[in-house]
């Protein structure tokens, strides 16, 4: 049994990016703890605290053991960062070794082996997902545990991006800054297969329903992946990705795919 703690930015990307994986961990035995650094809300509302409700449903799906708030506010998307909500600082603006203590403790408190963060560009570039790297890397130093980082693909990401656009789904201005999201292949340690837990996966994903009852082309890509039927959602979903940095592929835990076992 080991204890992982997944580290995020915001309510959504566990499901994302690593709610496979959290499922076949939980489902093996092992504790696995959801930890985001923002709360999801850019405004501060009446439906503050929402994003975190969902959160809370969609880790209980997942099998993770707990969900801890780092105290963050959401930064946004978009050339503006705007003014802190009252009485909270956006996580772009957090200091980062501040977020590295308080992330440490907990991996402390918990007797953590292992922490899942972002690749060195969070994915996609955004600036809370670039600081969960950075916040990442720190806090697995000071903690001494190790780390993997998750990540797409940057071929398939290539591949997928076209086919957006040809379904209209992705403006073409966006393409050129897609094609440069995730990781080269070559630099991919871990490719976890999570077939097995889609269902739980997409019913996580369900579970936000923020996101899901939203507008715009996010909205509509989330609302895509939820409705498709589950051999569909297998398909794009099936399969989570992570680089460990310095190149190592030991397995993540007991029991899990360690080296790269199928092709993409
Ligand atoms: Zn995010």
Request: aromatic content about 4%; some cysteine; overall charge positive.
């Amino acid at each position: 049994m080991v204890t992982v703690v997944a580290f995020h930015a915001h309510p959504d990307d566990e499901v994302l990016l690593t709610g496979g994986t959290i499922a076949r961990l939980a489902a093996d035995g092992h504790r696995v703890i959801v930890v985001v650094a923002c709360d999801g809300d850019v405004w501060a509302g009446p439906d503050q605290g929402r994003r975190l409700a969902e959160l809370r449903a969609s880790a209980a799906i997942l099998g993770a053991g707990r969900v801890v708030h780092l105290g963050y506010a959401d930064s946004g998307y978009g050339p503006v960062l705007f003014e802190d909500p009252p009485g909270r600082t956006r996580f772009a603006r957090a200091d980062i070794g501040e977020a590295a203590g308080k992330l440490a403790a907990l991996l402390t408190e918990e007797h953590a082996d292992l922490l899942l963060s972002y690749d060195p560009q969070g994915g996609y570039g955004h600036r809370d997902h670039v600081r969960v790297h950075q916040v990442g890397a720190q806090a697995a130093g000071l903690a001494g545990v190790r780390v993997v980082e998750a990540t797409v693909p940057r071929e398939l990401v290539a591949r997928v991006a076209r086919l957006l656009l040809v379904l209209r789904l992705l403006p073409r201005h966006r393409l050129d800054e897609m094609l440069g999201y995730g990781m080269p292949q070559s630099l991919i340690t871990h490719r976890i297969d999570v077939r097995r837990h889609v269902a739980q996966k997409q019913a996580a994903l369900a579970a936000h329903q923020t996101p899901v009852s939203g507008n715009g082309r996010s909205a509509k890509l989330f609302r895509l992946l939820v409705r498709s039927p589950l051999p569909v959602f297998r398909a794009v979903c099936g399969t989570e990705w992570f680089a460990e940095p310095g190149g190592r592929t030991g397995k993540l835990a007991r029991g899990h795919a360690a080296v790269p076992d199928r092709q993409d």
